[in-house]
């Protein structure tokens, strides 16, 4: 992949990088296209679902839980955990 393509997936917010996503998976199930751009429709989706998960992790990392006291009432926000 050249510098080009990675910073033009790289630009994409997550809802039009899923939108074209989903473009692709249709293309593809379709098998209408030609081997090779089968090829490059296959990796150009691989691109987009990595850009998708990493935005998905970023934002996952900024979710913030409202922590709460012994008395009930907010005392605050702490980090999300996932885990």
């Known amino acids: 992949m050249d510098a080009a393509q990675q910073q033009?997936?790289?630009s994409l917010s997550f809802e039009a990088a899923l939108a074209r996503l989903e473009e692709i998976v249709r293309l593809?199930?379709?098998?209408?296209?030609?081997l090779d751009k089968s090829i490059e429709l296959y990796?150009?989706?691989d691109r987009l679902?990595?850009?998708?998960?990493?935005?998905?992790k970023e934002a996952q990392a900024r979710i913030e839980q409202i922590?709460?006291?012994?008395?009930?009432?907010?005392?605050?926000?702490?980090p999300f955990?996932?885990?």
């Open 49 to 56: 679902k990595r850009h998708c998960e990493a935005r998905l």
């Open 43 to 45: 990796q150009e989706g």
């Open 28 to 34: 593809l199930e379709r098998g209408e296209a030609p």
């Open 81 to 83: 955990d996932a885990a």
């Open 8 to 10: 033009s997936v790289e």
């Open 67 to 78: 922590a709460f006291g012994a008395d009930g009432s907010p005392k605050g926000v702490t």
